[in-house]
């Protein structure tokens, strides 16, 4: 992990502007599909948010 680091935090760059469509879209870009927890995809599902279906965790499935 302490070798890609770079590749790691890049997708998180994002957050600064506060973009969620860039940020979800540069981690799936990035190939960095660890599932949200589930309290965080009920959350981006309550203020309209569409979170790609390789992020989803199972116990978060509907």
Same mark, same amino acid.
């Given at each position: 992990?302490?070798?890609?680091? %770079? +590749?790691?935090?890049? /997708?998180? %760059?994002?957050?600064?502007?506060? @973009?969620?469509?860039?940020? *979800?879209?540069?981690?799936?870009?990035?190939?960095? @599909?660890?599932?949200?927890? +589930?309290? +965080?995809?009920?959350?981006?599902?309550? *203020?309209?948010?569409?979170? /790609? %279906?390789?992020? *989803?965790? /199972?116990?978060?499935? @509907?």
């Amino acid at each position: 992990m302490w070798e890609n680091r %770079a +590749a790691i935090v890049e /997708p998180l %760059a994002t957050l600064k502007e506060g @973009k969620f469509d860039d940020m *979800i879209g540069n981690v799936v870009k990035f190939g960095l @599909k660890v599932p949200l927890h +589930a309290g +965080a995809v009920k959350f981006y599902r309550e *203020i309209g948010q569409t979170i /790609p %279906a390789e992020l *989803i965790p /199972p116990e978060a499935k @509907k």
